[in-house]
């Protein structure tokens, strides 16, 4: 029997060297195929491109109205303030003594016919307010002149009709604001007198034109818009005489409704459009007046001064809608603080019977605004 021959060692050491490299190449295939999908997971995302946004739509502040806001409130203050002088001139001290003492003798008032006077007046107002949430505060100046006249319609019953005109100058410096307003205003007041007891009412009816102008940095926007005032006031008095001088206590109730109408602005940057504007304001007035006179050389010098406690029992400032393109803001108006005073004082010289120089000076105190007026008149009877 013959057997097969034993491979030799050279054919065995082949076949080895052989398996041993296809296992070396399995094993890189394998490791390079699990290292693929590692590196592509390593791989970042690409960032993407932000879409650009549109330019921001421009919005309104409350602030590019201030002169709106301030001519508002200056429409209400001229309204009291005049509807204040016309109760005075129906019940003012010295008033009352011209009245029932008309002829400087004591003769009685009802041997007397009726007597008619007319007046007139130049005054000037300087005022300011201060910064009230949004509103940054003001500074306003009015010049004005009054001319009336007046009866005596039966004894103890008196009545008067007079015209004010004037012009005022707003200025809102920390705004970049001003603006001016122009008012007419026709009062009408009328007392009864019976023993030392006066009523007296005054009404008052204005309209105007206001004229704003901003400074947007890029040109002025100016606008121009129409004002209205109404107002109504009531006061009783009672006159007590210490011979040649008075003590007058005083009560009152005033109502005043002030508006401006609607506007848009032209020219400048961002000219905004705005709604109409109503202040309505109800107070309660309560003092005295005090004064004195002397007589020397047919002449009749009064030298008088007054307070007032003031409490405003009712404000009402309606929104104005501030709009700017699509946008669009809502504004609250300012008003007085609730409680203020009044003072002032006078100096009259009577020339004759029938001829009359004065000066007044009355004074409103808040605590976020002051006014101060002087006034210069001559009133003339027959």
């Keep these: 029997m013959c057997w097969p021959s034993r491979p030799s060692r050279t054919t065995e050491s082949g076949v080895s060297r052989w398996l041993a490299t296809a296992v070396a190449i399995a094993l890189v295939l394998g490791l390079t195929m699990a290292a693929v999908p590692a590196a592509h997971a390593q791989t970042p995302a690409p960032t993407p491109t932000p879409t650009p946004l549109p330019s921001p739509t421009p919005i309104p502040t409350p602030t590019m109205i201030n002169s709106d806001v301030s001519s508002g409130a200056a429409v209400a203050n ?44 130049a005054y000037g107002i300087s005022a300011t307010t201060g910064a009230q949430g949004f509103y940054v505060g003001d500074r306003r100046q009015t010049w004005g002149g009054v001319a009336g006249i007046g009866a005596r319609v039966a004894p103890g019953v008196n009545v008067g009709f007079s015209v004010d005109q004037s012009g005022t100058a707003i ?10 307003l122009d008012l007419t205003q026709l009062g009408f007041n009328a007392s009864v007198d019976k023993g ?8 008052v009816h204005g309209f105007g034109r206001v004229n704003s102008n901003r400074d947007t940095g890029q040109g002025f926007a100016t606008a121009g818009y129409n004002a209205q005032i109404d107002g109504a006031l009531t006061e009783l008095s009672y006159y007590w005489n210490i011979d040649q001088s008075r003590i007058v206590p005083k009560a009152a109730f005033e109502y005043v409704r002030a508006s401006t109408g609607s506007f848009q602005e032209v020219g400048g940057l961002d000219p905004v459009m705005a709604s109409g504007a109503t202040v309505e304001r109800s107070r309660v007035l309560i003092g005295a007046e005090v004064g004195h006179y002397w007589i020397f050389d047919r002449k009749i010098l009064d030298l008088s001064a007054y307070g007032k406690f003031v409490d405003n029992v009712a404000q009402n400032f309606g929104s104005i809608i501030v709009s ?4 669009s803001i809502a504004v609250q108006g300012i008003g007085e603080s609730q409680y203020g005073a009044d003072a ?3 100096a009259s010289l009577s020339l004759s019977n029938t001829a009359r120089l004065y000066l007044n000076y009355d004074g409103r105190f808040r605590s976020a605004m002051q006014s101060h007026q002087g006034t210069v008149g001559v009133e003339l009877k027959w």
Excluded: C, H
């Design 324 to 327: 700017l393109g699509p946008q």
């Design 78 to 121: 001229l309204g009291s303030s005049f509807l204040e002088r016309l109760g005075n001139q129906a019940s003012g001290g010295f008033n009352r003594i011209s009245r029932s003492n008309s002829g400087g003798g004591g003769a009685s008032e009802a041997a007397e016919g009726p007597q008619f006077r007319a007046w007139g007046e």
């Design 344 to 346: 002032g004082a006078s």
């Design 171 to 180: 200025d809102v410096p920390l705004a970049f604001q001003s603006a001016t």
């Design 196 to 203: 030392p007891w006066t009523w007296a009412v005054a009404l």
